[in-house]
């Protein structure tokens, strides 16, 4: 109830402060595509991977080698590697315009870059052992990505490239398996240039994204509402609320849309022509237990693993009683963060508590006016962010 409250709220703003949003525009193609297609469909060059790891899931990797601007030097690359947020995938790097979008102007600046999916996503939903269709396959959260996908997908990279290190970015829980892997994994942290943390996300002490109200709902009235296998946002927002909160078309969409709903929305500075194309893609999936770590998180507030339920589930996994703590001041790895002033998932307080955590901060900055998806999203990006990322990059 609380829940469903706090939604019918956050859509209620949204109407009140956007305004009539009117009719979608026609459909674009790349709402049908998949990510080569995507990228091939603005002219780069696209390679496609498997990676499998330790666990057996097997991972859609892809890799844009060069960009448009210099495909005439063809040697030896740095390697930037970008990981998606919460209930994404890697087409939140390709989604806008190729002036817009972080993996095109990376490419265009002279970089490999390779794009990451997080296992039970749209490109990685599939496992050596278990079927997509078992409860078996959908047991992980953010824990194991940063377990196992995070270091088979570096790995890969770095033996495939021949790179020694690489430059990381993050985006949303991209930068929560970073701080995860790169705190208890020194080897991979060693590989890692420099971690660039888009609205990072450690704690959510302070979150006022309805994705926080999940702390509220018991945890067998969670699983009784979305079992305990994939997430299911398109349904259970379309039977609860989408016919009863929404009246416009345009948040019709936005009503039955878990991503919009959790992050928040800023039109201002979104392209609405493109939005067929972000709801086509988005949200990709994860896992109800990844949704209820995160519930786990904005209850207790702070950054620790996923709590089995009993201590003895919990000694079978990590050898004690109680879930382990993920300490960020373990981590070395030189980071630049930028964060939002208007991130409702991001809060700025739990970024204010995040960043004297980090024992080698090379660079801050607080956009203003940023909501949590105007970092891949925002058509000021480049201006806001992206030209210091290319810049600081060229510098290491």
């Known amino acids: 109830m609380w829940l469903l409250l706090r939604v019918a709220s956050l859509i209620s703003v949204l109407?009140?402060?956007?305004?009539?949003?009117?009719?979608?525009?026609?459909e674009s193609p790349e709402a049908h595509m998949n990510v080569s297609q995507m990228i091939n469909y603005w002219g780069y060059p696209s390679e496609e991977y498997e990676v499998v790891t330790e666990d057996?899931?097997?991972?859609?990797?892809y890799r844009i080698p060069y960009g448009k601007k210099n495909s005439e030097n063809i040697g030896t690359r740095p390697v930037a590697f970008l990981q998606h947020g919460f209930l994404a995938s890697a087409t939140n790097w390709i989604t806008n315009l190729p002036t817009n979008s972080l993996a095109f102007i990376l490419a265009d600046a002279g970089y490999d870059v390779w794009l990451g999916n997080s296992?039970?996503?749209?490109?990685?939903r599939r496992n050596l052992y278990y079927s997509p269709d078992s409860a078996e396959f959908w047991a992980f959260s953010f824990d194991e990505m940063a377990k196992y996908d995070l270091p088979a997908t570096i790995d890969f990279i770095v033996e495939k490239t021949k790179q020694e290190k690489i430059h990381y970015v993050g985006h949303s829980q991209g930068t929560t398996i970073g701080f995860s892997a790169f705190s208890t994994n020194p080897t991979l942290a060693d590989k890692i240039k420099r971690f660039y943390a888009l609205a990072p996300v450690a704690t959510l002490k302070y979150a006022e994204s309805p994705l926080v109200e999940l702390k509220h709902i018991p945890l067998f009235l969670l699983k009784l509402i979305f079992g305990n296998k994939n997430f299911l946002p398109h349904n259970f927002f379309d039977q609860?609320?989408?016919?009863?909160?929404?009246?416009?078309?345009?948040?019709?969409?936005?009503?039955?849309?878990a991503l919009f709903i959790f992050c928040g929305f800023d039109r201002q500075n979104l392209n609405t022509s493109r939005f067929d194309i972000y709801l086509a893609h988005n949200p990709a999936g994860t896992s109800v237990q990844d949704?209820?770590?995160w519930g786990q998180a904005a209850k207790s507030g702070i950054f620790q693993a996923f709590n089995w339920g009993?201590?003895?589930?919990?000694?079978?996994?990590?050898?004690?009683?109680?879930?382990p703590f993920y300490n960020v001041s373990d981590m070395t790895v030189p980071i630049a963060v930028w964060n939002g002033g208007n991130d409702i998932l991001a809060d700025p307080r739990d970024i204010g508590i995040l960043l004297p955590q980090l024992r080698n901060l090379v660079y801050h900055k607080e956009i203003l006016p940023y909501n949590h998806l105007d970092f891949i999203w925002g058509i000021n990006a480049p201006q806001e962010l992206y030209n210091e990322i290319v810049s600081m990059m060229a510098k290491d």
């Open 56 to 61: 057996g899931y097997i991972l859609g990797v």
């Open 310 to 323: 009993s201590p003895y589930q919990n000694m079978l996994h990590y050898n004690q009683n109680t879930p």
């Open 119 to 124: 296992r039970g996503n749209t490109y990685s």
């Open 291 to 293: 949704i209820l770590h």
């Open 240 to 257: 609860f609320l989408g016919t009863e909160v929404c009246s416009r078309q345009f948040l019709d969409h936005l009503c039955s849309n």
């Open 15 to 26: 109407g009140m402060t956007h305004g009539l949003f009117g009719k979608l525009a026609p």
